[in-house]
């Protein structure tokens, strides 16, 4: 008996996940435009955008937001990973890809700067077991500095 392909929906096929990760980006590029603010950092005038940033050394690297004080100087990063959609679980291979990603750049002084920079992903809507797991997860990790929503 031969075994069946699986039929992928056409937002996979497609390309959904760049589409989506594009408008994402299109976002922060706007909000450095308009002079909005990025989540999770200080409000300060957004001065840098870098997208797949890879080549800069980060594993987190769809999405870098650089924000500067304008009276000191200093820069806070974004580092974000945007996936449409993923399965936070243990048996999720694509979560821990995002995890290890997030975990070797916040072991890296020359890309993160800790209590100051942020490491984020970025997602469509969460499920419910997905929203219940990440409340589990900011739980337990409540004596970091961690925020959850955008």
């Known amino acids: 008996m031969s075994k069946k392909k699986k039929i992928s929906n056409p937002f996979s096929t497609g390309g959904g996940g760049a589409h989506f990760e594009a408008h994402v ?16 950092l200080p409000c300060w005038p957004i001065v840098e955008i ?4 890879k080549i800069d050394g980060l594993d987190t690297d769809d999405l870098v937001v650089v924000v500067e004080n304008v009276n000191s ?5 974004l580092l974000g990973q945007v996936k449409h959609s ?3 679980t243990h048996g999720s291979p694509l979560f821990g890809e ?5 975990w070797n750049d916040f072991k890296n002084p020359k890309v993160f700067t800790k209590n100051k920079d942020v490491i984020a992903l970025i997602t469509g809507p969460l499920s419910a077991t997905d929203a219940h797991n990440v409340q589990w997860l900011l739980g337990f990790t409540s004596g970091w ?4 929503g955008m």
């Open 25 to 40: 980006q299109a976002s922060f590029v706007a909000l450095m435009l308009t002079g909005g603010n990025a989540p999770c």
């Open 50 to 53: 870098k997208l797949q940033s």
């Open 73 to 77: 100087k200093e820069q806070r990063k």
């Open 86 to 88: 993923i399965a936070i």
């Open 98 to 102: 995002v995890m290890q990603a997030a």
């Open 145 to 148: 500095n961690v925020t959850f």
